[in-house]
């Protein structure tokens, strides 16, 4: 089962990346072709701040050791490497939601 939680109002999202906390939880906002992609703040590899990487169509790019994900096939890391945990998002009333699954 998931709930689906208030995370961030659609004023407050920027061009390219936004950051956002969610119970004591980092996430990054990012528009990518008129949509909004929510994926985890931290990258997988050595926890390094992804709202400082580059954003590139649907690839960000993480700025420790360049591990590139695809967001748009699910965080999957273009190399094989472990992916970067992606979530759904909707849009109700002027705020985005993100779908919390049970095991966060």
């Not at 703040?41 to 954003?55: K, N, T, V, Y």
């Not at 699910?74 to 094989?80: R, S």
Request: proline share 2%; hydrophobic share 40%; aromatic share 8%.
């Amino acid at each position: 089962m998931a709930d689906w939680a208030k995370l961030v109002d659609l004023k407050d999202i920027g061009e390219g990346m936004t950051a956002v906390t969610l119970d004591g939880r980092g996430y990054v906002v990012a528009v990518i072709e008129d949509e909004y992609v929510c994926f985890d703040a931290l990258c997988p590899h050595r926890q390094a701040s992804l709202i400082d990487g580059f954003l590139e169509e649907n690839v960000v790019t993480c700025p420790l050791h360049g591990w590139r994900f695809d967001l748009q096939s699910k965080g999957k890391e273009i190399h094989g490497y472990r992916s970067l945990r992606t979530y759904e998002t909707r849009v109700e009333n002027g705020t985005i939601l993100i779908k919390m699954e049970n095991d966060l």
